[in-house]
């Protein structure tokens, strides 16, 4: 399996390995806008799952002794929207930027009921989805509303205790509708398409809490609701978007009143641990993989990788310096930052004319939004490494950063780029 990320870049390099082919050592790589270069479909699968392991595309199923087994749990899906970075004009379906890409124009009141317990296999009615649309996959959002039978929403299922079962029911009306929002890296690619695997992990959902402790109904059955055995319904509540392990949720609650919030356990893993380079790609070694080379008002330039004895250097020729700074671009997309976290982004550089060039670390919602750095660092005809310290305003799972070379004619070398978490 392979991300649509990976499989986006391998495309990407299918177009830059002609200068591979050639003998030469020094032979450039010729880098471009990104482009996927094939129709991606998108299938789904909805299920539950009893591991302890982090999020895998199998689900496990409940052991003998598990001690708590949901027996029904159904949610209907209203939409499902991707959220790409374009480099052509592309119009999108929210304020968020993101591309409805179900249900389609033609249906647009079209609902699907999923149940997770039984377990779904959604490939038909996405049979229309196309993910290429010239851009750069970010996430994929899944959006539900919980099933209403006689006023209650609710999840059904045993407690095992003392070798006896005791029926439960977890009331879902807290929460009138929600939305969860997928990393790419969270997808899979199958042949053509792209596969998301939306799962509800149990021991995740009620891992720590004393279930068995909770009063039982005259009629023998455990409620966890407004009005019995609130405390537990409470804790249940503030686990129950966390436990599908997307990256982060939204979700309107029973007074109307919007919330989100990040996961912490997938957002941790996608943020990385200090001392970890961000900048995937930063030593070329893989051409022009995750790279964004990008030219506009009146910039002309063309980027090629090439050896410098034992390192690879990023080659930017800049022909027509455009009307700005930011008309030729060097770009990589989908780094994540933590708002007061400690970061510092390193870089060698060295051109044929000295001149200042711009580096930027951008939201991904550009609209020329800084979040961490913008620096005008000097650029000689000799290599310097460049050292900037910064602490991002706003947490982002895809930052961008800019190296904005436009303006003048001149040539440009770049190598070692990094972007590390200090503290």
């Known amino acids: 399996m392979r991300s649509l990320s990976s499989i986006i870049g391998c ?9 591979c082919s050639e003998s030469d050592t020094t032979a450039g790589i010729e880098i471009g806008n990104p482009e996927i270069a094939q129709n991606i ?3 789904a699968d909805f299920s539950i799952d009893y591991s302890d392991a982090k999020p895998v595309a199998l689900a496990k199923a409940a052991s003998k002794d598990e001690k708590v087994v949901i027996d029904t749990f159904r949610l209907s899906l209203m939409n499902v929207y991707s959220y790409s970075s374009y480099y052509t004009m592309v119009i999108t379906d929210d304020q968020d930027g993101g591309l409805q890409l179900w249900p389609y124009e033609e249906d647009p009141a079209a609902v699907l009921p999923i149940s997770f317990t039984e377990g779904e296999i959604v490939k038909d009615a996405f049979e229309h989805i196309n993910l290429k649309h010239n851009g750069i ?3 994929i959002r899944v959006g539900f509303e919980v099933n209403r039978k006689d006023g209650v929403n609710s999840i059904y299922g045993r407690i095992r205790q003392d070798g006896k079962e005791i029926p439960f029911v977890y009331e879902l009306n807290r929460i009138q509708g929600f939305d969860l929002f997928y990393h790419s890296s969270q997808t899979e690619i ?3 398409s792209v596969n998301l695997s939306v799962i509800f992990r149990v021991r995740r959902f009620v891992g720590g809490l004393d279930l068995g402790s909770a009063k039982v109904g005259d009629d023998g059955v455990i409620r966890f ?7 537990l319904w409470e804790s249940l509540n503030e686990r129950f978007l966390p436990s599908f392990q997307a990256l982060r949720y939204k979700y309107t609650d029973d007074q109307g009143k919007n919330h989100s919030d990040y996961v912490d356990d997938v957002w941790s893993e996608i943020s990385g641990k200090r001392n970890s380079n961000f900048i995937t790609n930063g030593n070329f070694d893989e051409g022009g993989a995750d790279w964004v080379f990008h030219t506009q008002f009146n910039g002309v330039a063309d980027t090629a990788v090439v050896k410098e004895k034992n390192s690879k250097v990023m080659r930017v020729r800049v022909t027509r310096g455009g009307d700005y700074s930011y008309s030729v671009q060097l770009l990589h997309e989908n780094i994540p930052v933590v708002a007061g976290a400690t970061y510092k982004f390193i870089f060698t550089i060295w051109s044929d004319v000295e001149g200042e060039i711009t580096a930027r670390l951008g939201k991904s919602t550009y609209y020329n939004v800084t979040n961490g750095f913008q620096e005008h660092v000097k650029v000689s005809t000799s290599g310097k490494s460049f050292e900037i310290e910064f602490s991002p305003d706003e947490t982002d799972p895809y930052a961008r950063l800019d190296l904005n070379l436009g303006k003048a004619e001149r040539t440009f070398w770049i190598k070692d780029v990094q972007l590390i978490r200090i503290k």
Do not use: P, R
């Not at 495309?11 to 200068?19: D, F, N, R």
């Not at 609701?225 to 405390?231: A, R, V």
């Open 190 to 192: 199958q042949e053509s």
């Open 41 to 43: 479909g998108l299938t």
């Open 11 to 19: 495309m990407l390099v299918a177009l830059w390995a002609i200068g």
């Open 225 to 231: 609701s407004k009005t019995e055995n609130t405390e």
């Open 137 to 139: 996959l970010k996430e």
